[in-house]
């Protein structure tokens, strides 16, 4: 059955890595919005955070586009904030992509942390990605950020070490759990 793992989280709140080690270990594809995304910056002199943010739906699309033509029984890993987008589009991918079962890593992080995180990264990102003067929203948005629930949920904390242990083995059981159930219902109303 199609499955999808969903590694979200704020910018720099550790999806990436998060997401590759799910990847690697379960030699999983990895789909990846700024993977897909920064050679399409690199064409263009000025990318502002309109044509950035465009650039990241049309990679979201291609994404989902992808994951609706693999076989039935692929599973993919799939790195990205999905709360830039609404939840109802998300929704509409999963459902459209025939998509059997989602699981979601939320990347929980604290404010303090993310900013740090962010501010390490600035001198290496590439042109087109907010610089310094969006560390205040950034910081606003580790404490209101929220996943976006629709399959099973699986919390990492980034902030503490050992829920990282847990993360694999978690994942390990939901999928050998799934694979026996034909179709999981996906969550269309949150429940926090």
Known sequence: MKTVILVNGIPASGKSTTATQIADYFTCPYLSIDTIKEPFMGLYHDVDRKLNRKLGQAAYQVIWNTI??????????????????????????????????????????????????????????????????????????????QPMNIGKLIWLDQDDTPSHAKLLPEITALMATLSQVKKSPVKKTINY
């Open 68 to 145: 609706a033509q693999a076989p039935d029984e692929c599973v993919y890993v799939v790195d990205a904030w999905f709360g830039f987008r609404p939840r109802e589009e998300l929704l509409q991918y999963v459902e459209q992509s025939d998509v059997h079962h989602v699981i979601e890593v939320w990347n929980q992080v604290s404010p303090e942390t993310v900013v740090e995180r962010y501010k390490q990264r600035l001198p290496y990102r590439r042109k087109g990605h907010p610089g310094a003067e969006y560390l205040p929203e950034l910081e606003t948005l580790a404490r209101k950020a």
